[in-house]
C-alpha cells in the first residue's frame, strides 16, 4: 500500500533510478526545502498562539488564585456573605456571594429583555420578514453588537436610570441601580441572541414547513409548532451564549450598577457584580502579591469557569441541531 | 361498520367562517408582535445616537480634539485618549494582523487531521467566549509583570491583539474557503509546493476578505474598555501617545469616557462623555467605512 | 493540421520487442509494438480507495512516449480518479489510498523519498474546468517557472507556450489582460500553454474539452496533435469521437457493482489496444456495445 502524506517525501534522498532510464536523468527526490520548512514552523507557532493564550489564562488565574486559597479559605469564599477585599485578612470579608449575586441579577433581568426581543426579532427574520425587509433591518441589529459597551453603559447611566427614576420614583430607585444595567445589556445581547437563533430557524428544511401547511397550519402555528421546536436546540445555544455574554460583560455594569457588593433581589438596589470588582480593584492600584491582588484573579478564575461551562453547554446544543439535519 | 354522519348544517358552516376570521386576527396579532419585538431593539439604538448626539454634539470642537484633559470640564479634552487609541490600533494591527492570517493559512492549508488541530479549532470558537475583562487579567500578569512591559501601550497592545485573535482566524478561514480548489490543482500541477501555491495563490486571492475580517476586528478592539482599564491605561496624561514609544505609559478614548461617566459633575459626566463618545464613534463608522472599501474595491470574480 | 504531417504521427514502429517477457503472458496486444525505452508510465494492479472503497480496482496498462492515450468509459467509472494517480494529485484528498505500482520511466511513482512536486513538474495537468489564476496572461504562463527556480528568459517562455498552445496570435496583445477576459475556449488553451511553460515530459489532461462549445474543442483536438511531437499525453474524455479522433491507443473503463447489497460500484479496465481496434474490433463485448452506443 502506497498512499503517504504529502509532507514525509519532502527533502528524502533519491531511490536509486534504475538503469533502463532513458536519455534524461531524473530523479523525483524532494528539492531540499529549509526555508519552506521554517515557514510552515512559523504558521504552526502562529495557530498554537491560540493554544497559548487559553494556557495562559488558566495557569495565570489559577496560580494567582491558588495563592489567595492559601490565605482565605474556599469554604469561606464560597459562604461568607460579605464581600469586603481591602482590608487585608483580618479585617477583609472574602465571600463571594454578593459579587454573584450582583452578576446573576443584572443577567437575570437582561435575559427577561433580551430573549423575547432576541427570539421575536429572530422568527420574524426568519418567518415574517419578505427579503428586502430582512437585508436592511439583519445588518441595523448588528450594528448594535458593534456599539462599544462603554457607550452603553453611557446610555444606562444617563437615560435608562432618569427614566426608571421618572417611573418608579427617585426614593424607589437609586441612582445606580442593576436594573438600568440589566435593560441595557439585554439590548446588547439582542443581536447574539437574534442572529443565531435565526440561523437556527433558517436551517429548519423547507420541507417541514411545507408539510406543517399542508395539514392546514396557519404562518403562526407552523412558526410556533413546528419551525421553533424543530430549531429549539439551535436556539438553548444561542440564549445560553447571551447569557455567557452577560455574565462576562464588565463595562454597563462597572458604570451604571454600582459598586457595592450586596445580597439582594431588589433590582433597583445599587450592587456590584464579579467583572466590576475585578475593574474596581485594578483601578485601584491594589499592590502586585496584595490579598485585594489575588482576590481579583480568584474572582477572575470563577469569572472564566462560568462563562467557560456555558459555552461548553452551548456548544453542545449547537453540534446537537448540526446533527438533526 | 356503518358510521353515521351527522349531516352540516348551515349554522356550522357560518360558525367555522367565524372562527377563520377570529383567526387571522390571531395571526395579525402575531406578526405585529414579532414585527415590534424586532423594531425595539432598533428603536433603542436609534434612541441612543439621537440621545448621544444631542448631548455631546455642542460640546465638540478644535479645542476638546487637541487639548489634553484638564480638572476642569470645560478645558478637557481627549488628545491623548485619541492618540492612544490610534496607537494601538496600529500596534495591535502589526501583531495580530500576520499571526492570524499565518494562522487561518495554517489551519485550512496544512493542518493534518488530527487530535491536536482538532484541539486548535475548538480552542479558537472557545476563546471567543471568554469575557474580555479575562484578557485583561490575563495582559496585567504575563505583560505587564512577567515580561516586565509595565502598563505600556505595548502591554495594551499586545492584549487587544489576543483579544481579537480569533475573529481574525475565523475571518481568514473563511475567505481562504472561498478561493476555489481550481485555482490550487492549478498551482500544484504546475509543480508548486503547497506554500508556493498558498502564498502566491490563495494568500492574494483571500486577502481582501482577511482585511476586511481584520479592520472589523480592530473596530471592536478600539471599542474595548475593560482588557486596556486593566492592564493598566491611564486616564490623564498630558503627552500624545506615538506608536513607537510603545513602552511608554498610555491613555485610550474609552478608557477617558469611562473616567468622563464616572464624575459627578455634569460637566465631566454628560457633555464631556458624550462628546468622547461621538469622537469613538465617528473612529468606528470611518473604519467599518474602510472594511466595505476594501472588500468591494479588492474583490475578484473566479 | 495539414494531413501529412497527421500521418506521419500516426506512424507506429514496426518493431516488436516486449517490454518485459515474464509480463508477456497477461499483457495486452499493445504493448508488444513498442521499444522499452519508449514506455512512460507502467502501471501495475493499481486499485484506489477513497476510504474503503475502491474507486477503481486492478488496473494494469502501459503508456508510450509521444503516443495520445484516451481514457474512456461511462461516469462513474474511475477514470479521472486514474488520471490523477499519474501526478499524485490524489495525495491531497486525505481517505484516498493507491494501492499496486505506477513506474515512470522504471521509476516508481509512489517509492518513499519520492516528492510529489517534483512528479508535477515532469508531469502537468490540464483541468476539466479552465482554471487560470486571477491575475494576467503573462503572470499564469510563469507562475510554473518561477516555482520551479527556471532561470529563463520570461518573454521567450511567454511567446514560445503561447505559440505551442496556439494561443498566441489570440493574444499577443492582450499579455497583461486578466486571463479572466478570455474566453473559456481560450483560458483552456492557456491552461495548456501554462502546463506547456515549464516544458513538463507529460500531459494529462481530464476532459479538457467537455466544458467547451464544438469550435473550442475541435481547436484543442488539433492541439494535442501537435503537442504530441514534444510531450506524452493521457487524456481523460467521455467524448468518444474525441478519443476516436485524437488518440493513439484507448482504454475503456466501466463500472462493476461491487457489492450486491449496497449497490456500491467500482471501475474497472475493460479493454485496453490501439484506438483502431478499440472501435472497430473490440475484443470485449461490453466494449463493443459501449462504443457503438448500445451502452452507456
Redesign the interface.
Known amino acids: 500500500m502506497h498512499s503517504e502524506p504529502q509532507t514525509s517525501a519532502a527533502g528524502m534522498p533519491a531511490a536509486a533510478a534504475g538503469p533502463e532510464l532513458p536519455s534524461q536523468p531524473l530523479s523525483l527526490a524532494g528539492r531540499t526545502r529549509r526555508g519552506e520548512r521554517v515557514i510552515l514552523g512559523l504558521l504552526w507557532l502562529c495557530a498554537a498562539v491560540s493554544i497559548f493564550t487559553t494556557v495562559g489564562i488558566v495557569l495565570v488565574l489559577f496560580v494567582d488564585a491558588s495563592d489567595f486559597f492559601r490565605d482565605v479559605s474556599i469554604w469561606k469564599f464560597f459562604t461568607d456573605t460579605a464581600w469586603r477585599p481591602f482590608g487585608g485578612v483580618e479585617q477583609g470579608r472574602f465571600g463571594v456571594l454578593p459579587l454573584v449575586n450582583g452578576t446573576l441579577l443584572v443577567t437575570a433581568i437582561a435575559m427577561m429583555v433580551a430573549v423575547p426581543l432576541g427570539l421575536g426579532s429572530a422568527i420574524y427574520l426568519s418567518e415574517y420578514a419578505a427579503p428586502r425587509a430582512r437585508r436592511v433591518l439583519k445588518p441595523v441589529l448588528e450594528l448594535l453588537a458593534g456599539v462599544p459597551t462603554v457607550v452603553l453603559g453611557y446610555f444606562a447611566l444617563t437615560f435608562m436610570t432618569p427614566v426608571l427614576r421618572a417611573i418608579f420614583g427617585t426614593s424607589t430607585v437609586q441612582i445606580f441601580n442593576a436594573a438600568s444595567a440589566g435593560i441595557v445589556m439585554g439590548i446588547m445581547i439582542v443581536p447574539t441572541i437574534a442572529s443565531l437563533s435565526e440561523d437556527a430557524l433558517s436551517a429548519v428544511p423547507q420541507g417541514l414547513r411545507e408539510s406543517a401547511y399542508g395539514l392546514g397550519g396557519t404562518k403562526r402555528q407552523v412558526a410556533i409548532r413546528v419551525v421553533t421546536p424543530a430549531a429549539l436546540s439551535g436556539i438553548v445555544a444561542a440564549v445560553i451564549l447571551g447569557m455567557g455574554r452577560a455574565i462576562g460583560e464588565t463595562m454597563i455594569v462597572a458604570i451604571a450598577a454600582g459598586n457595592l457588593p450586596k445580597l439582594t433581589a431588589n433590582p433597583f438596589d445599587q450592587i456590584q457584580t464579579m467583572t466590576a470588582y475585578i475593574v474596581q480593584a485594578v483601578g485601584g492600584e491594589a499592590a502586585r502579591g496584595s490579598l485585594t491582588y489575588e482576590s481579583i484573579f480568584a474572582v477572575g478564575a470563577l469569572l472564566f469557569l462560568m462563562t467557560f461551562a456555558l459555552n461548553v453547554l452551548a456548544q453542545r446544543f449547537v453540534r446537537r441541531y448540526r446533527e438533526v439535519y | 361498520m356503518a358510521v353515521s354522519t351527522p349531516r352540516r348544517t348551515v349554522h356550522d358552516t357560518l360558525a367555522g367562517l367565524e372562527r377563520g376570521r377570529r ?1 387571522k386576527l ?2 395579525r396579532a ?2 405585529t ?6 423594531a ?3 428603536l ?2 436609534a ?2 445616537v439621537v ?2 448626539v444631542l ?1 455631546g454634539f455642542t460640546r465638540i470642537n478644535v479645542d476638546f480634539l487637541t487639548r489634553y484633559a484638564s480638572r476642569t470640564a470645560e478645558n478637557t479634552g481627549i488628545r491623548a485618549g485619541l492618540t492612544g487609541t490610534l496607537s494601538l490600533m496600529v500596534l495591535t494591527a502589526l501583531v495580530a494582523f ?6 487561518a ?3 485550512e492549508e ?4 488530527n487530535r491536536f488541530t482538532r ?2 479549532e475548538a ?5 471567543a ?10 495582559g ?3 505583560f505587564v ?1 512577567a515580561l516586565n512591559l509595565g502598563r505600556s501601550l505595548l502591554a495594551g497592545a499586545l492584549t487587544l491583539a ?1 483579544l481579537i ?2 475573529v481574525i ?1 475565523v475571518a481568514g478561514r473563511e475567505s481562504i474557503r472561498a478561493v ?1 480548489l ?15 501555491v498558498s502564498y ?2 490563495i494568500l ?2 483571500a486577502l481582501p476578505g482577511m482585511l476586511t475580517g481584520t479592520i472589523l476586528a480592530l ?2 478592539a478600539i ?4 482588557p486596556i ?2 492592564v ?1 491605561a491611564v486616564f490623564s496624561r498630558r503627552a500624545d501617545n506615538e506608536p513607537w514609544y510603545f513602552m511608554e505609559a498610555f491613555a485610550a478614548l ?1 478608557v477617558q ?2 473616567n468622563f ?2 464624575r459627578p459633575q455634569e460637566g465631566f ?2 457633555d464631556a ?2 462628546a468622547g ?1 461621538l469622537v ?2 465617528a473612529v ?1 463608522l470611518i473604519m ?1 467605512s474602510a472594511a466595505i472599501v476594501a472588500r468591494n474595491r479588492f474583490s ?3 | 493540421m495539414d494531413s501529412a504531417q497527421s500521418q506521419a504521427v500516426r506512424q507506429r514502429p514496426v518493431l516488436d520487442v516486449p517490454v518485459d517477457s515474464r509480463a508477456l503472458a497477461h499483457h495486452t496486444a499493445a504493448e508488444h509494438s513498442k521499444l522499452a525505452s519508449d514506455l512512460v508510465f507502467d502501471v501495475r494492479d493499481v486499485t484506489v480507495r477513497y476510504g474503503v472503497h475502491p474507486a477503481i480496482r486492478n488496473v494494469s496498462l502501459q503508456i508510450y512516449r509521444h503516443e495520445i492515450t484516451a481514457l474512456i468509459g461511462p461516469s462513474g467509472c474511475g477514470k479521472s480518479t486514474f488520471i490523477r494517480c499519474f501526478n499524485r494529485m490524489n495525495d491531497l484528498i486525505p481517505s484516498a489510498t493507491v494501492e499496486g505500482t505506477i513506474t515512470y520511466h522504471g521509476q516508481d511513482l509512489y517509492a518513499k523519498g519520492v516528492d510529489p512536486v517534483e512528479v508535477r513538474r515532469r508531469i502537468g495537468m490540464v483541468f476539466q474546468k479552465p482554471n487560470p489564476f486571477p491575475k494576467s496572461v503573462r503572470e499564469n504562463i510563469l507562475f510554473g517557472p518561477k516555482v520551479n527556480g527556471m532561470e529563463v528568459d520570461a518573454d521567450e517562455v511567454v511567446e514560445r507556450s503561447l505559440r505551442r498552445a496556439a494561443l498566441w496570435d489570440e493574444v499577443r496583445n492582450k499579455l497583461n489582460d486578466s486571463a479572466y477576459s478570455l474566453s473559456g475556449g481560450q483560458q483552456q488553451r492557456l491552461c495548456i500553454a501554462r502546463a506547456i511553460a515549464i516544458d513538463p515530459d507529460v500531459i494529462l489532461m481530464d476532459e479538457p474539452a467537455s466544458a467547451l462549445d464544438p469550435i473550442s474543442t475541435g481547436r484543442i483536438e488539433d492541439l494535442m496533435r501537435e503537442l504530441q511531437e514534444r510531450y506524452t499525453i493521457v487524456i481523460v474524455t467521455h467524448n468518444m469521437q474525441q478519443a476516436a479522433r485524437v488518440s493513439d491507443r484507448t482504454a475503456f473503463f466501466t463500472t462493476e457493482v461491487e457489492d450486491e447489497a449496497s449497490d456500491f460500484r467500482s471501475g474497472k479496465l475493460v479493454e485496453y489496444d490501439f484506438t483502431e481496434k478499440i472501435f472497430k474490433n473490440p475484443s470485449d463485448r461490453r466494449t463493443e456495445d459501449y462504443v457503438t452506443g448500445r451502452f452507456g
Not at chain 2, 33 to 38: G, I
Not at chain 2, 110 to 113: G, I, W, Y
Not at chain 2, 123 to 127: A, C, E, K, M, Q
Open positions: 383567526r390571531k395571526e402575531f406578526a408582535v414579532l414585527f415590534t419585538l424586532t425595539v431593539a432598533i433603542v439604538l434612541l441612543l440621545d448621544i448631548d500576520p499571526v492570524g492570517v499565518g494562522a493559512i495554517y489551519l496544512f493542518a493534518p487531521d484541539l486548535m480552542n479558537i470558537s472557545n476563546l467566549g471568554v469575557p474580555s475583562v479575562v484578557y485583561g487579567l490575563l496585567v500578569a504575563v509583570y489576543l485573535l480569533p482566524i476555489p481550481a485555482i490550487r490543482d492549478g498551482g500544484l500541477a504546475l509543480g508548486a509546493t503547497p506554500w508556493q502566491r495563490q492574494p486571492s473596530s471592536r471599542g474595548e474598555t475593560a482599564l486593566v493598566g474609552p469616557i469611562y461617566v464616572s459626566k454628560i462623555a458624550s463618545i469613538l464613534m468606528l467599518n475578484r470574480r473566479y
